[in-house]
């Protein structure tokens, strides 16, 4: 895997630089330096808008419906999809420099810089411009999407004169209907739908600010943008505004000498709805600009970084020897904060609100690989996750009834709640899906201990999904418990007998409903769970069938998988990959070749149901046939890689995770940061290296530090404790940040930890085999020696 | 399974009559009526154009492309579609009556009956109408499709006045780009397509006639449609015609006293062509129409019949006790004829030229289905329905390129020989059309003996074949050959390991293929095949892998199906049925349902690999779990139950095959008539109760009679000769009708064949447990005592 563009940042510990503008980065760049508090998101698009990959504002859950045509349809398949838009961009800021508008495509650009602060939380820009008349003027401006006010941003923009006196106009804008890049999508109803969605409510200008309300053609969700301005100039700045349809627009004039300043701050506010009122509405986004000009920009700037400070103190993971990977890492767990901080009981999409990437959609990356990582970080945030889940259950029971089934079948795509897949094969029949909503409920309630989140929350996901899995597996005549026709998470593979990830997670998925039914029994009785229930979730869980193939000693991903035919790897050269762009479905599906991990995720997941020896050699196994067109992949590669013994290859593969979107290894980035990985890197860290599971209620550490690395710290909250441990050579240090004692395991020893660190050997590995890779596809070897 | 609506039809040997008008049965009666050479497909419109339920004028692979979208797309999935259309409609004769136009819907139908004829090859109407102002006519139609000139049609139509004097204006029209029913198509861009699909070029009117030559915007085919008139009447009957873009008009004026008759005689000819130009094809229909002329309408009446006598003298099925399946059965061969007789490398349609079901798609249905009976019926037209597969091989091979494979994969579905599937799973992954093909070509060879044939087609098309199955399957580490991923015939069970009809299928293609490449080594040279290939085909048949259940004592119809979860038929309602209608794919998919005959129609085309034993356990297994949702089923279930022994059973089926579409059984004959069913039915009469075999590249026989009916006679060509086989009760009669002494079994004992009819008992058939089929689904009961 390399990268497809030279690297645009440089390696700093906690920031994010762009230390000069490439017109052939702007795309993964305005990714990467998304904004986003879950609730809102800005790209890092310019000041200006222009030039510009994708113009991106985001708000969560806000989508247009849009048709899904099918060449030959299905009973059962989705009519509608949901495709998130661009609403109302607030974040224009245009500047005309004595009659010549800023725009670096023209005059020079003497300097541009602009960086990412991970303690700070604000996207910072400097440019040096000499205008094509040769003025030069010196352009800074901070951006922020708030993290304690969840519907305001702000920025502020500062223009310097530098050589000569100049008139300037600044026009900060609110501008709806952006024009878009045209969509790659030859369905001329889609690009209907999708084109100026926006239909105009209501507009209103004061004097330095204006107001926006919109509303969505066909999904009928009403938005508001607020926008109000701070100035600071010398005297006689003029500032006015007005609003039409699909703009307002505050204009600021001036004279400035050189070395004078206008300074404007600009506040934004965002309120949607399906529901209230326009005047509503209305009232609720100048509340909020109201409250955020009350707190000014220096209080916002100090709340942000309050807020940060405090998440940091848990979540900083420190990598010592990888200055590249220690960034990457930091970068990988804020964008996982950015996606989920402020969700609150909405969907955190697998590119957050970073990009319209998969239509800006939910899928299992959620709880399969964010809410594992926010539990233990930001666990207010993974709760609200889960309580969306739960909101959406009538939709999910409604689509298990469509299908036949008992029970709740969560949408393998969606914003709203609606299943949004259109190919069933990789869609509806991923039942894993709910099972990995299960498994996120009772890691949460492992990770906090949340008695009353597992009563109110938990215990009706799984009981829902318990139902599920119920009613779509049966008993042969032998007494197994067969899961049919369903896909794993190898989208390689599909429609296939007793996936054995689905098949391990559906039975846990059983057991664990059983025993917190058992545990919650009067919130239980309400759901209509009895006894008998329960007994029949444990017994379909005690006789699942989990197929092994004796021959090869190997667990096959699925039922007759280790009998199908090899991929020809050597004759497939580079360009081929990704393989789904270029080989049908059908050679994919009836061949050994797997799009990203799936029996491996289920040692990741169910390390429980697989001896050592058996994760060794199912680890080489699917080692060998594992392509990593998914960025799903490399992460969960990394931590059985280091659980096999194999440290070298899982430090390359944490690399891979960590900097898929920095150095744009996908090749996609531009349409959105790749969440997932980024969460799946803080895991191949502290479950991979730091080696740690939960088992039984506890939580225990394996620790190992690969060759190339002299110590890796993290932290984590436990039970409502706050934890850090440190792996140096040699041994592991536990200590307690704060919170009362605790035990945990080390190497599977009992260890009681209070205010004094502990610190314990670590049990070096066994030396292993080596693992091949297919031909072309092993990752980039980052460990010294290689 | 029963009728949806009262059968519009009287019950008489040789002729389908209409003995009044129904509205609600008119879609269906149109189908019934259709009439078609294979070449030109006029539906059974009334003369008038209207009331009707689906205008239809086809000509053979005269389409129109539109596209085929999809939600999710793929790579490999077809991006355009090919749809039959509606052309140039030269049927329509109006009539006006003292200014009233003739039609049906207003003033007193006195009398209506059409009548299709099965001997004369002709749709008679009678009609005898009085006008709202009372005036009283009498109209007889007799209308032809021509099945020796194929391009012709003609139309014989005549007024006669009742009651008193009458001014009648008769306007005999071609029109072309009609108003269609509305398609049941959410998609704006195909009914866009398929609005006005004929672009005009260029018109031209005559004294008696006009000429209209058209386009298609999207497939650019040209087709000319022209048509002359004899006029006889009275002194004084004026004839002019016109034309103008979309229609040509010949208007005929005359006043006829009461007695009189006006009568016109109308030729119609089209021409239609990818390649000539429009003076070609003006000049080519003129040809065609001047031909008919001088051929006349007593002329074309008596090469028609003599056509059919020929026909009959071998086709003709008779069955003595049960007048109703007499009927069908002629019925049946009597459409098969029409579908295939002057098709003439051209593809024949699932509905022939009867209607735009299916978008008039060929599918396996052809050589599966319909060539083993023109193979013994009317070899040349199965002749040339597998030259037009061999001339579409250029496409077969570029799809299996692009698909991975070697050799030629054929589309699922096509006019023109481009994949036409907007469903892979259910389309390009039934591979077995392949097999399907090649079987047709083995049959068409052991019928005909035909050795130049097999030499200049077949050897190819069973080479391709054969590359095809040597590269889609794969030996695994024990050796056995694989197919993995496949689709069988059984459409409510897709993509799966080993499916034991395509198995075998592809097992007889690759010996098939090796066998003939040794007879025709040179010709197998320049093919490029040599010995070592036609060695691998021979070991890749030979190490096939068939499943097998010991412990059920079945073939499981693909890898692991017995396994699968049983259907839940007892709460499944009538009005659930067909399945994919009220049920998910998924679903269907994982669970022991079958939508039609799979493992047993593997029994009816590969005899040899089953023993006795097996063929009785698999045919009730199946039985039980055949829901026979697909036409195709019952004929293939009347073979196999006749061979195990159920003859009441298989005469059932025998009923439900052939009264398809006389009795609506599918509820869907407005759209055509399905023509595979028809052909089936030949088939279950004469492999299920004749017990014909091919085997050894000789010809056998196991008669049975059913107890219902008191004898069967049936035809057939065998290698030059004509045979005729009576069934009586307790014995057979064998009969030469023409070629020279030939070799026959009898029950396994060989019987030498000369001038003199033979006659052997029957062997009854030993008793046999009962069957049951799903709940709700058995066939209707025919056989006394039921």
Redesign the interface.
């Known amino acids: 895997m390399s990268p497809d563009t030279a690297r645009p940042f440089t390696v700093e510990p906690w920031v994010v630089r762009e230390p000069r503008l490439d017109l052939d980065t702007v795309g993964q760049v305005e990714s990467v330096f998304a904004l986003s508090n879950g609730h809102i998101g800005l790209r890092g698009n310019l000041d200006e808008g222009e030039p510009n990959a994708w113009p991106g504002t985001y708000l969560n859950s806000f989508y247009e419906r849009r048709p899904?045509?099918?060449?030959?349809g299905?009973?059962?398949?989705?009519e509608s999809?949901q495709t998130i838009i661009n609403v109302t961009n607030g974040k224009l800021i245009r500047l005309l420099v004595e009659d010549e508008p800023f725009d670096l495509r023209y005059g020079e650009l003497r300097r541009h810089e602009r960086v990412l602060d991970l303690r700070a939380g604000t996207l910072t820009r400097e440019v040096e411009w000499a205008s094509p008349a040769g003025r030069v003027v010196a352009v800074r401006s901070t951006r922020m999407v708030s993290l304690t006010q969840r519907a305001v941003a702000a920025i502020c923009y500062e223009v310097e004169v530098l050589d000569a006196p100049a008139l300037l106009v600044v026009q900060s804008e609110l501008v709806a209907n952006e024009q878009m890049p045209a969509r790659n999508d030859?369905?001329?109803?889609v690009e209907a739908a999708l084109t100026d969605p926006l239909v105009a409510e209501q507009y209103r200008a004061d004097e330095a600010g204006a107001i926006l309300i919109h509303h969505t053609r066909r999904s009928a969700l009403r938005v508001a943008a607020a926008m109000d301005h701070e100035v600071h100039g010398p005297d006689g700045v003029s500032v006015s505004s007005e609003a039409s349809d699909d703009i307002g627009r505050t204009t600021v004039i001036t004279r400035l000498q050189p070395g004078q300043k206008l300074r404007i701050i600009k506040y934004l506010a965002y309120g949607w709805s399906a529901r209230r009122s326009q005047p509503a509405l209305h009232d609720q986004v100048r509340a909020a600009l109201a409250a955020a000009r009350y707190t000014g920009w220096e209080g916002l700037l100090a709340e942000q970084r309050q807020y940060l400070d405090d998440f940091w103190e848990t979540a900083d993971v420190e990598i010592d020897g990888d200055a590249e990977l220690q960034q990457a890492v930091r970068v990988a767990v804020f964008h996982v904060l950015q996606a989920g901080a402020r969700a609150e009981r909405r969907a955190i999409g697998a590119k957050g609100l970073t990009g319209e990437g998969y239509d800006g959609h939910t899928f299992w990356d959620t709880e399969t690989f964010c809410l594992p990582v926010l539990s233990h970080l930001a666990p207010e945030a993974a709760a609200d996750a889960l309580r969306w889940r739960q909101s959406i259950l009538p939709m999910a029971y409604e689509r298990a009834e469509?299908?036949?089934l008992s029970g709740a079948a969560f949408p393998w795509r969606t914003i709203r709640g609606h299943e949004c897949?259109?190919?069933?094969?990789?869609?509806?029949?991923a039942f894993h899906i709910n099972a990995d909503i299960a498994d996120a409920v009772r890691r949460h309630v492992a990770a906090t201990g949340d008695v009353d989140f597992e009563r109110e929350v938990g215990l009706e996901l799984l009981v829902a999904t318990a139902r599920l899995w119920r009613s779509l597996g049966?008993h042969?005549?032998a007494g197994q418990f067969?899961i049919?026709?369903?896909t794993g998470p190898d989208e390689y593979t599909?429609?296939v007998?007793n996936n054995v990830y689905t098949n391990l997670m559906a039975q846990q998925n059983l057991r664990v409903a059983a025993d917190t039914a058992a545990r919650h029994s009067r919130a239980a009785g309400r759901l209509g769970v009895n006894a008998e229930e329960m007994a029949s979730w444990r017994d379909a869980a005690k006789s699942m069938r989990i197929p092994y193939d004796e021959?090869l000693g190997v667990h096959p991903q699925s039922?007759?998988f280790t009998?199908?035919?090899g991929w020809d790897f050597e004759n497939t050269p580079p360009e081929k990959y990704p393989l789904?762009?270029?080989?049908?479905?059908?050679?994919l599906?009836?061949?050994q070749v797997s799009k990203q991990a799936d029996l491996v995720l289920a040692i990741q997941l169910r390390p429980d149901a697989f001896t050592t020896e058996q994760m060794q050699r199912n680890f080489a196994y699917y080692e060998a046939i594992t392509v990593r067109d998914s960025s799903l992949s490399a992460c969960t590669q990394a931590v059985v890689a280091a659980w096999t013994g194999h440290l070298d290859l899982a430090y390359d593969y944490l690399a891979e995770a960590a900097l898929v979107d920095l150095n744009n290894l996908a090749g996609n980035t531009e349409h959105g940061v790749h969440i997932a990985s980024m969460a799946g890197t803080w895991t191949a860290v502290v479950s991979g290296f730091g080696g740690m599971r939960l088992d039984n209620g506890g939580i225990a550490f394996d620790p190992q530090l690969p060759p190339a690395l002299s110590r890796i710290s993290f932290g984590l909250k436990w039970q409502g404790r706050q934890l850090r441990v440190e792996i140096r050579p040699g041994e592991a240090e536990y200590r307690l940040v704060s919170g009362p004692p605790m035990r945990l395991r080390h190497h599977g020893e009992p260890l009681a930890l209070a205010d004094a660190p502990q610190v314990r050997p670590i049990v070096a590995c066994e030396p292993v085999e080596p693992v091949e890779q297919p031909y072309g596809r092993a990752p980039n070897a980052r460990h010294p020696g290689s």
């Open positions: 899904l045509p099918y060449a030959e299905g009973y059962g398949y989705p999809g030859d369905d001329p109803r469509q299908l036949g897949s259109g190919y069933w094969p990789a869609g509806t029949a049966h042969d005549s067969r049919d026709g369903v599909a429609i007998d021959v039922e007759g009998n199908h035919q789904l762009l270029h080989v049908p479905y059908f050679d599906y009836r061949k």
